[in-house]
T-cell receptor, first 112, second 111 residues
Framework: DGGITQSPKYLFRKEGQNVTLSCEQN?????MYWYRQDPGQGLRLIYY???????QKGDIAEGYSVSREKKESFPLTVTSAQKNPTAFYLC???????????FGPGTRLLVL | GQQVMQIPQYQHVQEGEDFTTYCNSS?????IQWYKQRPGGHPVFLIQ?????EVKKQKRLTFQFGEAKKNSSLHITATQTTDVGTYFC???????????FGKGTLLTVNP
């Protein structure tokens, strides 16, 4: 099956802890994206990558970090500097440009 | 700037009634995309509009792009319970190809 997978589905973070969210795609897409979704806020872009070994900050990058060492993978780390990390995190990919974005099933992060 | 405003934020209808959500921008849009997110799910692409005045239909859904390319609408005829979800419009951001999403319209349908 082709698509985007995200893991885990639910993730619990303790205060002061870094956590990493996984995103993998086998669609051979060049571009990958991370969004954060809060109730009533829509989707806000955290980071995006248009090609391997390159990525750019989105609108709300503070407290987050990413890497893009492989075309298929774009993990997101939520660091302890992110003071309000509880949210629904969505990963997406496309072949670049203005093309359709395909979304993974998301990860819900909760702070204990 | 690059924002898109969506109205209404919420809409509750009786099954069989029509529904419309609007997406507005203060600047000209190169294109507009529409996505649907079911409760608990992830956004799924519906359509992209590119041309001024463009109208596209998908069964009971009609999508329009304004003549000035500053607004768009999604109209659902005779809603069904399967239409429940949040409908987002999204604009692309020039050369960096970022998508900026509206805050969405949550549609609920009473059977």
């Amino acid at each position: 099956d082709g698509g985007i997978t995200q893991s885990p589905k639910y993730l619990f973070r303790k205060e002061g802890q870094n956590v990493t969210l996984s995103c993998e795609q086998n669609l051979n897409h060049d571009a990958m994206y991370w969004y954060r979704q809060d109730p009533g806020q829509g989707l806000r872009l955290i980071y995006y990558s248009q090609i391997v070994n390159d990525f750019q900050k989105g609108d709300i990058a503070e407290g987050y970090s990413v890497s893009r060492e492989k075309k298929e993978s774009f993990p997101l780390t939520v660091t302890s500097a992110q003071k309000n990390p509880t949210a629904f995190y969505l990963c997406a990919s496309n072949s670049g440009g203005h093309e359709t974005q395909y979304f993974g099933p998301g990860t819900r992060l909760l702070v204990l | 700037g690059q924002q898109v405003m969506q109205i209404p934020q919420y809409q509750h209808v009786q099954e069989g009634e029509d529904f419309t959500t609007y997406c507005n921008s203060s600047t000209t849009l190169s294109n507009i995309q529409w996505y649907k997110q079911r409760p608990g799910g992830h956004p799924v692409f519906l359509i992209q509009l590119v041309k001024s005045g463009e109208v596209k239909k998908q069964k009971r859904l009609t999508f329009q792009f304004g003549e000035a390319k500053k607004n768009s609408s999604l109209h659902i005829t005779a809603t069904q319970t399967t239409d429940v979800g949040t409908y987002f419009c999204a604009r692309s951001g020039g050369s960096n190809y970022k998508l900026t999403f509206g805050k969405g319209t949550l549609l609920t349908v009473n059977p």
